[in-house]
């Protein structure tokens, strides 16, 4: 049998956890498709009594008593469906957007050591459609729980005031219907949910990363190879959609069987009742009528039983990303910095998980303040990383990194981000305005400040020349400018915050010498008393460093 990492049992209390601040509209929700549907039964009841009184055959009441039930069942059914509809959806609305707000600060935590080996799509489609599924759970599964109970019970007692013999009749016909389809239906059904939502999460992700890399695709004729996997990816998609709509039809059509079972019980045992003169026939006519009512709440129940499949499954991704355990905790008492003094790397080790060698071996650094340290090495030797364990994006294996003579585990991680700020290899650019991604680490910051920042950053003069200055809108990943541009951008990011330890990733490998000259002037006369930590293939990046190391075989040597 698979194992899955989470039961329906455990899928469901914690989504019904998830709803508990929205527990009273699902209550009035919930009483309001219990109200309905008994409304349903009392409709075909009233009415058949009404009729049955008319023709002289029911001699109890009057033309008014079952009239007026009949037609204030029918308004109840109108007015209890209006209010289910209502506050099944809106708890259900509210409760999607808790959960992408939780998401995403589950997702701040995770990043970025969790989240390397996800591909970004993916992620996207679980905020997005894999919650939005999640829907059928609230607004269409919480009701139907309780009047797939509540409405076999009522037909039963008044089956057993009949004659206890349908009672006895009816009951296997419900518990068949009620929940031993929905179960077989739910484990049978499992796979193909999982499976489904699987394969929509990786088509978004190869059509997101296809969008992204258009222009490569252009260049290198990738197009039909490309549209190849589309068309692959898309015939599993709807494989597994055939899957599901067979599993739907299957499940709608075996309750009909039983349905049709259950008028067949009543019947021949009426006729056998009849027979002896042990039931009145009105009566039976009546329970005929009411039995057929009340199987509407069990054939919703089964109809929502696909969509749940979906919605489970995409609950379980959901969860799978919200019990991700991060890479980096923050201790419970985190020692608060006001600012960097020294920074100590003592014998530290760090292997990625799905590499197969450590990329630091035995590494070691100090750096005090105001120093500007330069570190060179081979692509891929693990620079990058010194400058991530830095920041803590990850902890060591072994070995120590300290802060001021702190241990970085011990350090409020908010105040070291705040005092270290770092310059990644590729800038990513918001689809907002110049002034608001420069901005991003101070958002507060006057147009003075970030204009200030820009100078610095080499990239006044080109803002300038935008259609609308600092509120040029740049695009989605700010297309409107190039790779120098972004980094510039990116620079002055970190200028504006005006951190006391400036982490600089490749800074000056998509600047002209000019520009360079120019960046590496301003740190040298600008930033005198900010400690420096340059990474770079470039030699001349390196140049006015006041130690230089090379990174060879996981270890830094003083060049």
């Known amino acids: 049998m698979k194992k899955y990492r989470y039961s329906i049992l455990e899928l469901t209390r914690r989504l019904l956890v998830i709803a508990r601040p929205q527990r009273k509209l699902i209550f009035f929700a919930t009483m309001a498709s219990i109200i309905g549907n008994l409304a349903h039964m009392g409709l075909m009841g009233f009415g058949s009594a009404l009729v049955l009184f008319c023709a002289g055959r029911y001699f109890r009441g009057s033309v008014l008593l079952w009239g007026g039930m009949t037609l204030l069942s029918a308004v109840l059914i109108g007015v209890m469906r209006f209010i289910e509809g209502v506050d099944s959806h809106a708890s259900a609305y509210n409760l999607l957007a808790d959960m992408r ?24 489609s679980v905020a997005v459609a894999d919650i939005d599924t999640i829907e059928n759970f609230f607004a269409h599964t919480i009701g139907p729980m ?11 007692l008044y089956a057993g005031s009949v004659h206890w013999l349908f009672a ?44 992204y890399g258009l ?11 490309r549209l190849g996997t589309v068309v692959q990816k898309g015939n599993d998609i709807n494989n597994s959609a055939h899957a599901l709509t067979a599993h739907r039809q299957i499940v709608s059509s075996l309750p009909t069987f039983f349905i049709y079972l259950s008028r067949i019980l009543i019947v021949f045992i009426a006729g056998w009742l009849g027979s002896t003169g ?65 920074i100590a790397m003592e014998n530290v080790q760090f292997q990625y998980q799905k590499e197969n060698e450590p990329v630091l071996e035995g590494t070691c650094l100090q750096v005090k303040k105001g120093e500007k340290i330069g570190i060179i ?67 507060e910051a006057t147009l003075e400040e970030i204009a200030r920042a820009a100078k610095r950053a080499g990239i006044h003069n080109l803002i300038e020349t935008l259609p609308n200055g600092y509120d040029t809108e740049l695009g989605e990943h700010g297309n409107r400018l190039s790779g120098g541009e972004k980094q510039r951008i990116g620079i002055a990011r970190i200028f504006l915050t005006e951190p006391d330890v400036i982490v600089m990733d490749e800074p000056t490998s998509s600047l002209d010498v000019f520009n360079e000259k120019k960046l590496l002037k301003t740190l040298e006369e600008g930033y005198q008393d900010q400690t420096v930590i340059l990474v770079s293939h470039r030699a001349s990046t390196l140049t006015g460093c006041d130690d230089l190391y090379r990174l060879h075989d996981g270890r830094l040597e003083k060049i």
């Not at 939780?102 to 996207?124: I, M, N, Q, T």
């Not at 929905?182 to 296809?210: Q, T, W």
């Not at 222009?215 to 190879?225: E, H, S, V, W």
């Open 168 to 211: 006895a009749a009816l009951f296997p016909v419900y518990a068949v219907i009620s929940i031993v389809l929905p179960l077989l239906a739910m484990k049978a059904g499992r796979n193909i949910g999982i499976a489904y939502r699987m394969r929509i999460g990786d088509m978004k992700s190869f059509v997101l990363e296809s969008v």
């Open 278 to 342: 042990q039931v009145n026939v009105a009566k039976v006519i009546i329970l005929s009528f009411v039995v057929a009512a009340s199987f509407s709440s069990t054939q919703s129940l089964i109809t929502v039983v696909t969509s749940l499949l979906e919605a489970y499954a995409a609950a379980a991704r959901y969860f799978e990303i919200q019990d991700t355990v991060p890479a980096v905790m923050e201790s419970d008492n985190a020692v608060p910095i006001e600012t960097i003094e020294s």
């Open 215 to 225: 222009r490569d695709i252009q260049i290198f004729r990738l197009g039909n190879k």
């Open 377 to 443: 090495g081979e692509s891929g030797s693990g620079k990058s990383t010194i400058l991530r364990l830095l920041l803590r994006f990850w902890d060591p294996d072994s070995g120590s990194i300290k802060v001021n003579g702190t241990d970085l585990k011990a350090v409020c991680l908010k105040d070291l981000r705040r005092h270290m700020a770092m310059l990644e290899q590729s800038t990513y650019l918001y689809n907002d305005t110049v002034k608001a991604n420069i901005a991003v680490g101070k958002p």
């Open 101 to 124: 707000v939780s998401l995403f600060h589950k997702l701040h935590k995770l990043a970025p050591a969790c989240l390397v080996d996800r591909e970004k799509g993916d992620v996207l």
């Open 146 to 156: 309780f009047t797939v109970i509540l409405l076999p019970l009522t037909a039963l």
